[in-house]
């Protein structure tokens, strides 16, 4: 079983649908990162959390440290949106990041 | 800016070649990474560098070479004791308490 689980794997919205792609973890981290891949291949590094609740425009980041959960949501979809969208954490104590296999996300206008 | 900067964005190499990914950084980061991608897969690390003149290997090391001479270079080798090169390569960097920075790629196709 994969340490950082992804659901769903793909999802598919029309244009201004609300948006929640969601990230499971098993081990303890000191981070959690969302990304973004857009299908040239490049990452851009979207939230890094510890606790709590972050935003920035139209997406919202959460996590649950108890529950080893986070969320990634986005509102008001644009197509603009359609990307990978990947779920990273950073161990506890590890410099490294695992990183889930990412959510395919498409939104038709 | 302050960024990564991958290159080639395209490569291509014969069997039995060695080749080199280049990945230079302007964010003054202590810390590099190098990830492959495979279709369908989460990124894995390859090998990754806390310090200059430091490295450790990650978790698909086999294959794969790197030095950190200068703290804005990490360049990694696909040397041809890899066996399954063709893949997507992502180089990162980050500091301490920050996230992270990643560059656009480089995809290699062995021909």
């Known amino acids: 079983k994969n340490e950082v689980e992804q659901s769903p794997q793909n999802l598919t919205a029309q244009e201004g649908e609300f948006i929640t792609i969601n990230c499971s973890y098993s081990v303890g981290i000191s981070a959690l990162h969302w990304l973004q891949q857009h299908p040239g291949g490049g990452i851009v590094s979207l939230f890094m959390l510890s606790s709590g609740k972050k935003k920035h425009g139209r997406l919202i980041a959460t996590i649950n440290i108890q529950e080893k959960h986070s969320s990634l949501h986005i509102t008001a979809s644009h197509p603009r949106d359609s990307a990978v969208y990947i779920c990273?954490?950073?161990?506890?104590?590890?410099?490294?990041?695992?990183f889930g296999q990412g959510t395919r996300l498409t939104i038709n206008p | 800016d302050g960024g990564i900067t991958q290159s080639p964005k395209y490569l291509f190499r014969k069997e039995g070649q060695n080749v080199t990914l280049s990945c230079e950084q302007n964010?003054?980061?202590?810390?590099m990474y190098w990830y492959r991608q495979d279709p369908g897969q989460g990124l894995r690390l390859i090998y990754y560098?806390?310090?200059?003149?430091?490295?450790q290997k990650g978790d698909i090391a086999e294959g794969y070479s790197v030095s950190r001479e200068k703290k804005e270079s990490f360049p990694l080798t696909v040397t041809s004791a890899q066996k399954n090169p063709t893949a997507f390569y992502l180089c990162?960097?980050?500091?301490?308490?920050?996230?992270?920075?990643f560059g656009s790629g480089t995809r290699l196709t062995v021909v």
């Open positions: 990162a960097s980050s500091a301490a308490n920050y996230g992270y920075t």
């Open positions: 990273a954490v950073r161990i506890q104590g590890a410099q490294k990041l695992v």
């Open positions: 560098s806390q310090i200059v003149n430091d490295f």
């Open positions: 964010l003054n980061h202590d810390a």
